[in-house]
């Protein structure tokens, strides 16, 4: 047993070193003049996970490289490397902008996986030209738990950005549930937005529905603007039944002002449309229940 063990040690001190060198001989051949080479070093270097990382200089300037591939295979492999390759930060930050959609997407899984300082590059992405660059920032950022709500509800109020966009930011915020209550006011002006790129009711309406899910009971921000739309005669069907849905979760029985209000919608007999008076009856019975 003695001797297996001393057998094994031996060869692992013994391996190292080979290891070591053979990540240097690769990153050597990053920079030779066949694609081919290249393309096989980077490739080999993306599926050497930690033992890369000898080669993060290389990696990166690897990024610049004329080759598809060579490309693709390095931000790979500092994606393996994740903190490890924080120095090649900058220049994956700059990979977001290539040329071709799988580079870009494995620039962006890269930074996914640098804590902190790759969030922040993920963050400056949102406003990149790309749009799957976009969504992909946004994936990640909707994962980072609060550090990526400041960002998002950048993205949610923006009224540059298409309603498309928007309504993705609402959904991974929505995600974070109540690590993303600062994302309240944000939220409230997708709520409000009069118009945009696209369908502005469905960003209405998305945001209207991640409110329960982020807000706290309460909110009186939230109860008042919700509260003003279910009551608005002029306002969309649908956003005014879902912004009841909302009251039901949000308010008590404390809350006057909205108490007031579905009691006027719930008895108001020129309202020839039922489904709100039935509504606003179902919210107040809801409501009566909350503490």
């Known amino acids: 047993m003695k001797k297996l063990l001393l057998g094994i040690l031996g060869v692992a001190l013994w391996a190292a070193p080979v290891v070591a ?3 240097e001989a690769l990153a050597q051949k990053l920079k030779d003049k066949d694609p081919e080479v290249r393309r096989a070093a980077a490739k080999e270097l993306s599926e050497a996970g930690k033992e890369a990382k000898p080669a993060v200089t290389a990696l990166a300037a690897a990024l610049k490289d004329s080759d598809l591939y060579v490309r693709r295979f390095a931000a790979g492999a500092l994606g393996g490397l994740g903190r ?13 902008d290539d040329s071709k959609q799988q580079v870009r997407e494995a620039a962006v899984a890269a930074l996914d996986k640098m804590g902190a300082d790759g969030l922040q590059a993920l963050s400056k992405a949102l406003s990149n030209a790309y749009p799957d660059v976009k969504e992909a920032a946004i994936a990640s950022l909707g994962k980072a738990g609060s550090a990526g709500v400041t960002p998002l509800s950048d993205m949610i109020k923006d009224p540059r950005e298409s309603v498309e966009t928007r309504r993705k930011a609402i959904e991974a915020v929505k995600g974070l549930g109540k690590d993303a209550k600062a994302a309240v006011p944000a939220l409230l002006v997708a709520v409000r937005t009069p118009k ?6 469905l960003l209405r309406a998305d945001a209207i529905k991640a409110l329960p899910m982020v807000a706290e009971k309460g909110d009186k921000d939230v109860l008042d603007v919700l509260t003003g739309i279910a009551g608005q005669n002029g306002a969309p069907g649908n956003l005014r039944t879902e912004s009841m849905r909302v009251l039901a979760d949000l308010a008590t029985k404390d809350d006057t002002k909205v108490i007031e209000t579905l009691t006027r919608l719930s008895r108001d007999e020129t309202q020839k449309n039922l489904q709100f008076k039935n509504a606003a009856k179902d919210t107040l019975s809801k409501i009566e229940g909350n503490k």
């Open 21 to 23: 060198a053979d990540i």
């Open 196 to 201: 945009a790129k696209g369908d502005v009711n």
């Open 84 to 96: 490890d390759a924080k120095d090649a930060i900058p220049a994956l930050s700059k990979a977001l």
